[in-house]
């Protein structure tokens, strides 16, 4: 899953990327709300991080924006600004969440991960297709109740697709999630990953089906 983070301090930029990177996530920084809208119409991000205090524009007044031209994308709001009627102001132009710094980063990257199931309508941490189960909150994989070791991209890859199971998910969407803007990451890259991930998964019974000219869904069992 990929995130923009939209923070002008560098420091607590800095913080929050590594933090949201030790989650799993690919992060992304923009410090200013003018480059955000720039990079949020031109590439793909599962949820975005606002400031609210941005030199160019009051982070609200980029939530309302974004809103405006129908993005969908879920939205979490961090601010100094911790009264009732900063919540209230905060929700109503459009975002998911408000969290008033001080923050701590598990709680941070908790909410996120509510926020982006909430986005897939998907109800609990665990993520399952048959035996294979994805648990985004301890961040474990069992397959037929069996530890099931994967690399931050393969686990990034599945996450994916059983979240939006049973539809498709396209090449590019795995590669914008998986390459920030400082990694290389090649489509070719991809179906080395996806076979990879194929080949573990296959000892379970699952399978990835490679949809021509589209991309990938979790498959039916192949048992």
């Given at each position: 899953?990929?995130?923009?983070?939209?923070?002008?301090?560098?420091?607590?930029?800095?913080?929050?990327?590594?933090?949201?990177?030790?989650?799993?996530?690919?992060?992304?920084?923009?410090n200013t709300a003018g480059s955000a809208e720039i990079h949020l119409r031109d590439e793909n991000f599962d949820l975005?991080?606002?400031?609210?205090?941005?030199?160019?524009m009051d982070g609200l007044m980029l939530v309302q924006r974004l809103r405006n031209r129908q993005m969908r994308l879920?939205?979490?709001?961090?601010?100094?600004r911790g009264s009732m009627e900063d919540t209230i102001a905060g929700l109503d132009v459009g975002a998911d969440d408000y969290?008033?710094?001080?923050?701590?980063?598990?709680?941070?990257?908790a909410r996120i991960r509510a926020l982006i199931r909430r986005a897939h309508s998907v109800a609990s941490t665990e993520l399952r297709h048959d035996q294979l189960i994805l648990n985004t909150g301890s961040?474990?994989?069992t397959l037929h109740g069996q530890p099931l070791f994967l690399t931050?991209?393969?686990w990034t890859i599945l996450?994916?697709?059983?979240?939006?199971?049973?539809?498709?998910?396209?090449?590019?969407?795995?590669?914008?999630?998986?390459?920030?803007?400082?990694?290389?990451?090649?489509?070719?890259?991809?179906?080395?990953?996806?076979?990879?991930?194929?080949?573990?998964?296959?000892?379970?019974?699952?399978?990835?089906?490679?949809?021509?000219?589209?991309?990938?869904?979790?498959d039916q069992s192949l048992s």
């Open positions: 899953m990929r995130i923009l983070v939209v923070e002008d301090d560098s420091l607590v930029a800095s913080g929050i990327k590594q933090g949201l990177i030790n989650a799993g996530y690919t992060v992304d920084v923009a975005v991080v606002v400031d609210i205090g941005l030199p160019d879920p939205v979490l709001v961090l601010t100094a969290m008033v710094k001080p923050f701590r980063l598990p709680e941070l990257a961040h474990t994989a931050m991209r393969e996450e994916i697709l059983l979240m939006a199971s049973p539809k498709v998910v396209s090449k590019d969407k795995l590669l914008q999630s998986l390459a920030g803007w400082d990694k290389n990451i090649t489509p070719n890259a991809i179906e080395v990953h996806v076979s990879r991930l194929r080949a573990k998964i296959a000892l379970g019974g699952i399978g990835i089906r490679t949809v021509r000219g589209i991309g990938y869904r979790i």
